[in-house]
């Protein structure tokens, strides 16, 4: 019944933008800690971004902080990645990932199919 479905991925030239979505169901949305991971061809997943279930919290990888901006809507079961002045660097499948936050839902870790984001002019 748990699902998180990514959208948003694409083909922009260096420098522009996109927003990644990924819309959550199945669980207590707000009861969870969300995540934005990525993959590169032959490199390591690595976490991008992450942000409380409260909203408050947020944490960003080195190399996208002041580009990225992570972000969610607990009424509509939404959390989003705002990327801006893209780099080729930045291409990847862009992952969803659902962690619970209470003692009995920390077991829980879910995550979505991936997104394609390629920057290349």
């Known amino acids: 019944q748990v699902q998180l479905v990514e959208s948003g991925g694409g083909l922009v030239q260096p420098g522009g933008s996109l927003r990644l979505s990924c819309a959550a169901s199945g669980f207590t949305f707000s009861s969870y800690s969300m995540s934005w991971y990525r993959q590169a061809p032959g490199k390591e997943r690595e976490l991008v971004a992450a942000?409380?279930?409260?909203?408050?919290?947020?944490n960003y990888v080195d190399s996208v902080k002041g580009r990225f901006t992570i972000s969610r809507d607990n009424g509509k079961n939404t959390v989003y990645l705002q990327m801006n002045n893209l780099k080729p660097a930045d291409t990847a499948v862009y992952y969803c990932?659902?962690?619970?936050?209470?003692?009995?839902?920390?077991?829980?870790?879910?995550w979505g199919q991936g997104t394609q984001v390629t920057v290349s002019s």
């Open positions: 990932n659902a962690k619970g936050e209470t003692v009995i839902t920390r077991r829980y870790d879910y």
């Open positions: 942000i409380a279930g409260a909203g408050r919290s947020t």
